[in-house]
């Protein structure tokens, strides 16, 4: 007994330590302020692979047209991903010329086994793409007007080769849908802290950018193409090997991309199982140790609440270090869920700490050793 809470004391000082590292992180990140009317001439290809998702297309396509970043220089295509439902028909009948329709089954056999459909659909939208500037979002987003304008002027400022920009759940009217949002604003904050700390960093595909010639100068996708995850953080390894200086992260609220949480509890395991699929091909290994020992943290108090429903003496242990990491994470999150305007949602967190612990644990494992399904696909 005093053995396995010694090694559970000792993850969670590791994950104290890393939690109040992420904070000063966080702290230290300098917010961007876009001018109120730039000049920009940075021409950006817009890129989304899409797949079934007409409900979502007219939301984002409206977010889109209401970009006030020149037309002229801002092309977008949706690359639709063998859809089933009117997915081409809503991109081919919006009336905006700017907006582009292409289509993997005229570039791609349906009976072509891969394990990314996505990174090929990127590919193949970037090889046609105009852009010098290439952004990537998903098709359950919407942004606000000013988005590619902020991308614009901070590439412009910076001149970075990679971009990695926050993301936000909306729409969260029930409690799994907040505990959905909770998780993923710990994640981006987390992201953009690991990024002034320069201690490795994370991105999410919804939001992000990069120069079309570093894309290419990397072998874009090779070598990572039979991942089937990994079109963006992947690829951001990739592009700082080659640019140890060039990945920034942009931190400014007109940036934010709001996407949707998943609706049922098996839609959510399979996104967090392919997330975290991909946690042992990072190169920065730093990334790898952090997530093995939050992984290992998380399963250790797992233990210990399942040894403590059978011997009672080891629930003081239990809450005390509960405690101890329900404190530590809401110091870090108040700052990142002010940035989101989200603190109402810190409301929920306490309770949502009995489903988050358990979800680590399986997720992580499932990620290593199992299989999930992707967009009606099952990959191993």
């Known amino acids: 007994m005093h053995f396995f809470v010694i090694i559970v004391i000792g993850l969670a000082l590791g994950y104290g330590i890393l939690m109040l590292w992420y904070s000063l992180g966080w702290k230290r990140l300098k917010k961007f302020s876009p001018v109120a009317h730039p000049v920009g001439h940075t021409k950006v290809t817009v890129i989304i692979p899409a797949r079934n998702e007409a409900d979502n297309l007219p939301a984002l396509l409206e977010a889109l047209h209401r970009q006030t970043y020149h037309a002229t220089f801002l092309e977008v295509i949706i690359i639709d991903d063998f859809s089933t439902d009117d997915t081409a028909a809503v991109i081919r009948n919006y009336p905006a010329e700017n907006i582009h329709l292409l289509e993997l089954s005229q570039h791609l056999d349906e009976q072509e086994r891969l394990n990314s459909y996505k990174k090929k659909a990127i590919e193949i939208a970037i090889s046609q793409a105009t852009g010098d ?9 919407v942004m606000g007007p000013r988005w590619i304008e902020t991308m614009v002027q901070y590439y412009e400022q910076h001149q970075p080769k990679f971009i990695a920009a926050p993301v936000s759940f ?3 009217h029930n409690f799994f849908k907040r505990l959905q949002s909770l998780d993923f604003m710990t994640m981006q904050g987390i992201t953009g802290a690991a990024a002034a700390l320069a201690s490795g960093t994370m991105c999410n595909g919804a939001n992000l950018a990069y120069e079309k010639q570093a894309f290419h100068d990397v072998g874009g996708f090779s070598g990572i193409d039979n991942i089937a995850s990994g079109d ?9 090997s080659a640019y140890p200086e060039g990945v920034m992260y942009l931190k400014c609220e007109d940036a934010i991309v709001r996407t949707l949480a998943v609706d049922t509890l098996k839609d959510f395991m399979n996104q967090r199982i392919r997330w975290s699929s991909k946690a042992d091909k990072y190169e920065d290994k730093r990334l790898t140790w952090v997530l093995l020992l939050v992984y290992l943290f998380n399963a ?4 210990m609440a399942v040894i403590a429903l059978f011997l009672p003496v080891w629930w003081p242990w239990f809450l005390i270090i509960l405690l101890f990491k329900v404190t530590l994470e809401l110091y870090f999150l108040l700052p990142v869920a002010r940035f989101f305007n989200k603190t109402e949602l810190l409301l929920w967190f306490i309770p949502g700490q009995i489903f988050h ?3 680590i644990v399986i997720a992580g494992w499932l990620g290593k050793f199992g299989s999930y399904q992707w967009k009606g696909r099952q990959v191993n």
């Open 133 to 141: 500037l290439i952004v990537t979002t998903d098709a359950d987003c």
């Open 300 to 303: 250790g108090m797992l233990a």
């Open 232 to 240: 963006d953080m992947l690829l951001m390894y990739k592009i700082y």
């Open 357 to 359: 612990i358990p979800y």
């Open 170 to 172: 909306y729409k969260e």
